[in-house]
């Protein structure tokens, strides 16, 4: 069976920035390989970002998982512990733990140095106090290194033993006082010379049902997240977003009837916003000061919306500071410079919106940030429809980027990441521009119908050119400058 027909047996947990350059997610694999290297039996390991599919509800299926694996695989870092979803993870696994009288299914490993871990400052966080008391193997020593170094190696190896030992010990026979006899060779017709026997045989039993539950998907019960429904006409129950998000825990959904709705909107804990309206239009969220919607939380999801800011004086509409936000078939349009700002290393997915005519930029990654931006319509955005600066490194794919005066896509300022299989056209400058040593992979893109030319490479950038299109750029495909022509990989363009 392959790694998406098996059950997770473990759920790594870890917050999202600690994986910005993907080590933790190369980690989830190795171990995995090398836990069946040593058993022969296949071990995947639940990540969030790599096994929530499309339209699946991310919170939901964290929460299944959660009920189905049998380890949980906390990533010790200082984020992990600041982070809410982590927490709460973690605080769910330790519940799990205590309905199974167990106190070995959480295996720490320590990935950064952490002062909450250090055994002057636990007391300051339960939390941390109760996971510094576990044994833990330390990474913190190999961070740097290759991890297809014999080091790293050495190092999945004793991680893999310790898993193994782990599972022998919950799938052995539950230790009991009494001797371990199956309850089916306890003669019934003796109450009174067994009952204190049967009573410590059952709850044996009781928790390795318990065991045998998480293996076959089938453990306790669960909830749908709570929907709290916004009505304009004070028919729901709330009025406003606003009010909603507030009275909303962790984890909850809000739907959001048709209506126009004021902000601004501050997503600061992991949610769900859904317009319930049945067109482009139907659900309207406008604000005047500040942004329509800014997300400063560990992870959330946002659909079906028409988002709209109406000050030139704001730098973003939607402005996402952190975490992981899927933001999905909303239409997006600012009076102010950029349609949607990404910064402060945050990882969004954007899919499937209408990002049109902002003042200056359409989306703009900054910051080191990542994410990806994926079968949107970006247009008619004044100076340049998409931007990617300071060490961002998105994957942009299958997106139509056209009508500016500027150019299409702009990277910058030590920049990079992927942008692939787009329509890049109807510019009034180049198709796609790259200056101030960075060096992005470009392919399979149709670059066409710009005022000057396809790509533009200065400053010291570089970067890898292959299976693009570049016929029916005014001045033709290419102008690079003598600084950036050896650091310029090109291959099987159309010129």
């Not at 171990?31 to 639940?46: K, N, S, V, W, Y």
Request: glycine share 8%; with cysteine.
């Amino acid at each position: 069976m392959t790694h998406n027909q098996c059950p997770p047996s473990a759920f790594l947990s870890y917050a999202r920035h600690d994986d910005k350059t993907g080590k933790l997610t190369r980690f989830r694999e190795m171990l995995a390989d090398e836990i069946r290297t040593q058993t022969g039996e296949h071990f995947p390991i639940f990540q969030d970002d790599k096994d929530i599919e499309w339209g699946e509800n991310w919170w939901g299926k964290c929460e299944k998982v959660l009920h189905e694996v049998l380890f949980l695989i906390p990533i010790l870092t200082p984020s992990f512990f600041k982070s809410e979803s982590c927490r709460a993870e973690l605080l769910r696994f330790l519940e799990r733990e205590k309905q199974l009288k167990r106190d070995d299914l959480i295996l720490p490993v320590y990935w950064v140095g952490c002062p909450l871990l250090d055994d002057k400052n636990a007391a300051q966080d339960a939390l941390a106090a109760t996971i510094a008391e576990r044994q833990r193997v330390s990474c913190r020593e190999l961070r740097f290194q290759p991890m297809d170094s014999p080091e790293w190696g050495r190092k999945f190896e004793e991680i893999a033993l310790k898993v193994q030992h782990a599972a022998r010990r919950v799938h052995g026979k539950p230790e009991v006082s009494s001797p371990r006899f199956a309850l089916s060779e306890i003669s019934l017709s003796y109450p009174a010379r067994n009952r204190q026997l049967q009573a410590a045989l059952k709850e044996g039993a009781d928790a390795a049902r318990g065991f045998r539950a998480l293996l076959t998907g089938h453990p306790f019960a669960r909830t749908e997240p709570t929907a709290r429904v916004v009505d304009a006409q004070n028919k729901g129950d709330f009025a406003s977003i606003p009010a909603a998000i507030q009275a909303s825990e962790p984890g909850d959904r809000i739907i959001i009837r048709p209506g126009s709705y004021k902000g601004p909107l501050l997503l600061n804990k992991p949610l769900e916003i859904l317009g319930a309206g049945d067109a482009i239009g139907s659900v309207v969220v406008e604000a005047s000061h500040g942004p329509t919607l800014r997300f400063q939380t560990s992870m959330g999801r946002v659909a079906f919306l028409t988002l709209r800011q109406g000050n030139d004086q704001e730098p973003a509409c939607v402005d996402i500071l952190q975490g992981h936000l899927d933001l999905e078939h909303c239409d997006i349009t600012t009076e102010g410079p950029a349609c949607v700002v990404v910064r402060g290393g945050a990882n969004p997915q954007l899919v499937l919106n209408k990002i049109h005519h902002g003042t200056a930029a359409g989306v703009l990654f900054m910051d080191g940030s990542s994410g990806r931006l994926e079968n949107n319509a970006i247009i008619g955005n004044s100076l340049t429809q998409v931007v990617v600066a300071s060490h961002s490194h998105p994957t942009i794919r299958n997106n139509r980027i056209s009508g500016g005066k500027g150019n299409g896509v702009l990277v910058m300022d030590h920049a990079g990441g992927t942008i692939e299989y787009n329509d890049i056209l109807d510019h009034g400058q180049v198709g796609v521009t790259i200056v101030s040593r960075s060096s992005p992979t470009l392919r399979h893109n149709r670059i066409y119908r710009n005022g000057a030319v396809g790509v533009m490479v200065l400053d010291d950038s570089g970067g890898t050119f292959e299976f693009n299109d570049l016929r029916g750029n005014r001045f033709g495909a290419w102008a690079i400058d003598v600084s950036s022509q050896s650091t310029v990989v090109r291959s099987e363009n159309i010129e």
